[in-house]
């Protein structure tokens, strides 16, 4: 007997409805995804044991599609499985995760004095853990060669940080160096957030003080030098400022260090490597 294609078109779209009701109510955290599992392995017929683990884990609040993709490597699950086709051992460390609670997505902030290598430890962050997603600012300052607008800064002028102002678009914001203005705006943060992603803001202590006050679950890491000479010598190497400007900053970052007690981890630049990994695993995801 040949099955009528019709009637299997019919049940493979009720299969798929009723896939998407139970990721719809494990979103809305009124079944769990723990539960959701353990049916599909009592239930070998099940909607749920027909779902993949793809929907499952990405139907979680606040998970976000990098973190699903490294815990199920971490789990040695294949994205194509199927909730009931998974192995025993694939089971037990599919439940021991699922058991406890994922941790949510969390605002980093990387503050630390002048040319401690903020901005080199964040490129490595962002070259070496994609996951971790980065807010780009708005400064009045201009472009340096080789910046590009929208992807190191978004350059705007005087009048339209005003408007940003106006329109309360920033999470905090700091006139730095007695110069320029920077801000980190609210909206893109938190739609990142939002999808269950971290998000790291590279901004100057000011900044971080901001974020402490109005976001108290967000993690404040102070980035130092592993000593004044060496922070000294990493200004001067870096080579972009002058003497004046150089003697500055330094007078900025020496108050700056005495701030270390006010953030929830001190990490010491020491090897870029090494400080982007420790910041990474203050994150905890
Ligand atoms: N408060 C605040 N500070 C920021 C923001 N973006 C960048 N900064 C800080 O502004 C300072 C100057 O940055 P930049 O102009 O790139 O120069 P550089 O860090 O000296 O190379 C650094 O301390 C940054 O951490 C922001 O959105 N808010
Ligand atoms: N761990 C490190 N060891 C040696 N040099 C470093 C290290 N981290 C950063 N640097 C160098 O120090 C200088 C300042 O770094 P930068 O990232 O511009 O600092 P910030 O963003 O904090 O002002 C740069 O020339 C950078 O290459």
Redesign the pocket.
């Known amino acids: 007997m040949t099955l009528d294609p019709a009637l299997g078109a019919e049940a493979a779209l009720r299969a798929r409805r009723a896939r998407a009701e139970v990721k719809r109510a494990v979103h809305a955290r009124e079944r769990s995804a723990l539960h959701v599992a353990e049916h599909a392995w009592e239930h070998p017929d099940s909607v749920e044991a027909g779902l993949r683990v793809t929907e499952l884990v990405d139907a979680i609040p606040g998970i976000g599609r990098h973190r699903m993709e490294r815990v199920l490597e971490r789990l040695e699950i294949s994205p194509r499985k199927r909730v009931g086709g998974l192995g025993s051992r694939q089971r037990t460390r599919l439940r021991e995760w699922l058991d406890v609670d994922p941790a949510p997505a969390r605002l980093i902030v990387?503050?630390?004095p002048?040319?401690v290598g903020?901005?080199t430890v964040a490129q490595h962050v962002r070259d070496h853990y994609p996951w971790i997603r980065h807010?780009v600012?708005?400064?009045t300052?201009a472009p340096?060669p080789g910046e590009i607008d929208g992807v190191?800064?978004t350059f705007v002028s005087d009048a339209e940080f005003d408007e940003g102002l106006s329109e309360d678009a920033?999470l905090?914001?700091?006139k730095?160096?007695n110069s320029?203005r920077?801000?980190?705006p609210r909206a893109q943060v938190q739609s990142v957030l939002d999808t269950g992603d971290s998000v790291l803001?590279?901004?100057?202590?000011?900044?971080?003080r901001?974020i402490r006050d109005r976001m108290p679950e967000a993690l404040l890491v102070f980035l130092a030098p592993p000593s004044w000479e060496e922070l000294v010598r990493r200004l001067v190497g870096?080579g972009?400022?002058d003497e004046e400007e150089r003697s500055r900053?330094l007078a900025t970052a020496e108050v700056e260090l005495a701030s270390q007690d006010e953030f929830d981890a001190v990490v010491i630049n020491r090897d870029v490597a090494e400080a982007a990994a420790e910041v990474v695993a203050l994150i905890g995801r």
């Open positions: 990387l503050a630390g002048t040319a903020k901005g807010s600012s708005w400064t300052r340096r190191h800064y920033f905090e914001w700091a730095v160096h320029h920077y801000g980190t803001l590279e901004i100057d202590l000011q900044g971080a901001q870096r972009t400022e900053r």
